[in-house]
Nanobody, 127 residues
Framework: QVQLVESGGGLVQAGDSLTLSCEAT????????MGWFRQGPGKEREFVGG????????VYADSIKGRFTASRDNAKNTVYLQMNSLKLEDTAVYYC????????????????????WGQGTQVTVSS
């Protein structure tokens, strides 16, 4: 059983940068493909990006491609989401999620593919 705790959210202005962190405890972190999702006001939860078990592959949603970067430090059991050039529409609760997949390295975009979720961290972008 893995526990995930996000941090780093906050209130920023459009154009600013922010880095989210997600620390995992309770499992072998390298066995998990990690994903980032977000849910804006009145919207469905959507895939933002994901990173393979050893960090060699990343996948991103078109809406954030080129602005957000996922990375991970397996020695620290932590995954990061570097967010640059933030826009008003990036306002959402951001969640990290873990997909137990020691036998594969496929990054899934569907939330139903992920086994564990953090509690979320609020990111608010103002004009």
């Amino acid at each position: 059983q893995v526990q995930l705790v996000e941090s780093g959210g906050g209130l920023v202005q459009a154009g600013d940068s922010l880095t989210l962190s997600c620390e995992a405890t309770g499992g072998a972190f390298v066995n998990y493909v990690m994903g980032w999702f977000r849910q804006g006001p009145g919207k469905e939860r959507e895939f933002v990006g994901g990173i393979s078990r050893k960090g060699g592959q990343t996948v991103y949603a078109d809406s954030i491609k080129g602005r957000f970067t996922a990375s991970r430090d397996n020695a620290k059991n932590t995954v990061y989401l570097q967010m640059n050039s933030l826009k008003l529409e990036d306002t959402a609760v951001y969640y990290c999620a873990a997909d137990y997949a020691p036998w594969k390295n496929t990054i899934m975009s569907g939330p139903e593919e992920y086994d564990y979720w953090g509690q979320g961290t609020q990111v608010t972008v103002s004009s």
